[in-house]
C-alpha cells in the first residue's frame, strides 16, 4: 500500500506564508498525479492544487496566483506553498496521489490532513 504523510500546517496571521509538504511510502510502482483538497467546517471539500509527474499544474480558482505546487520525483514528494493567505484558507489541507501499488490497480491514496488556520 501507500502511505501519505503532511507536514507544515499550523497557525499564521493575514497575509504570512506557510509550506505544507507530503511524502508518498509504501509499496509505490508508479505515482502518477499528486496534490491537495481542503475541507473548511460546514464547506464542500474543494480541490486546491495538482500536479502531475511531468510538471503539468491544475489551480482551484480561490487560490491561483497566491498558492504553488511543485513536487519532487525522486522523493515521492508534493509541496505547497501558500503566500498572501486569507481568513478564508482556513481548513484542514489533505495531500492525495493516484498510484499503482505494485498489484496493477491504480487508485487514489489520501494523507491523514493537517489543519491550517489563518487568523490575527
Known amino acids: 500500500q501507500v502511505q501519505l504523510v503532511e507536514s507544515g500546517g499550523g497557525l499564521v496571521q493575514p497575509g504570512g506564508s506557510l509550506r505544507l509538504s507530503c511524502v508518498a511510502s509504501?509499496?509505490?510502482?508508479?505515482?502518477?498525479?499528486m496534490g491537495w483538497y481542503r475541507q473548511a467546517p460546514g464547506k464542500q471539500r474543494e480541490l486546491v492544487a495538482s500536479?502531475?509527474?511531468?510538471?503539468?499544474?491544475v489551480y482551484g480558482d480561490s487560490v491561483k496566483a497566491r498558492f504553488t505546487i511543485s513536487r519532487d520525483n525522486v522523493k515521492n514528494t508534493v509541496f505547497l506553498q501558500m503566500n498572501s493567505l486569507k481568513p478564508e484558507d482556513t481548513a484542514v489541507y489533505s495531500c492525495?496521489?493516484?498510484?499503482?501499488?505494485?498489484?496493477?490497480?491504480?487508485?487514489?491514496?489520501w494523507g491523514q490532513g493537517t489543519q491550517v488556520t489563518v487568523s490575527s
Open positions: 509504501g509499496s509505490i510502482f508508479r505515482l502518477y498525479v
Open positions: 500536479i502531475s509527474s511531468g510538471g503539468n499544474t
Open positions: 492525495y496521489c493516484n498510484a499503482d501499488p505494485d498489484d496493477g490497480n491504480t487508485r487514489r491514496f
